[in-house]
């Protein structure tokens, strides 16, 4: 397994931007894909952003792209989120999560990522 820890949450007015980092420990971290999630308060655990194992390929959702975007280190083991133009409705608790297979293919898919955070709070104040 390996350990995840993110920082950098806070509280941001609407229209500005925050960033998440992500920082690995344990097995391998440049050999494995990973992913950005958030939730809601009384909503299911959503996707945000993913990244392949060399950084090549990025997906995101339809709600953030174009104002977030996921980058990886591969030699500090540290993944960020830059989140950008930020709304109130990305009002969340933020997880990072890693596809600890072996140069896998990136998904979107909760079930495909088997490490996870402890989460990270960013409110956005309207």
């Known amino acids: 397994q390996v350990q995840l820890v993110e920082s950098g949450g806070g509280l941001v007015q609407a229209g500005g931007s925050l960033r998440l980092s992500c920082a690995a420990s344990?097995?391998?971290?440049?050999?494995?894909?990973m992913g950005w999630f958030r939730q809601a308060p009384v909503k299911d655990r959503d996707f945000v952003a993913a990244?392949?194992?060399?950084?090549?390929?990025?997906y995101y959702s339809d709600s953030v792209k174009g104002r977030f975007t996921i980058s990886r280190d591969n030699a500090k083991k540290t993944v960020y989120l830059q989140m950008n133009s930020l709304k109130p409705e990305d009002t969340a608790v933020y997880y990072c999560?890693?596809?600890?297979?072996?140069?896998?293919?990136?998904?979107?898919?909760?079930?495909?990522?088997?490490?996870w955070g402890q989460g990270t709070q960013v409110t956005v104040s309207s």
């Open positions: 999560a890693a596809d600890i297979r072996p140069y896998g293919v990136v998904s979107r898919l909760q079930r495909e990522y088997s490490s």
């Open positions: 990244i392949s194992w060399s950084g090549v390929s990025t």
């Open positions: 344990g097995r391998t971290f440049s050999s494995f894909a």
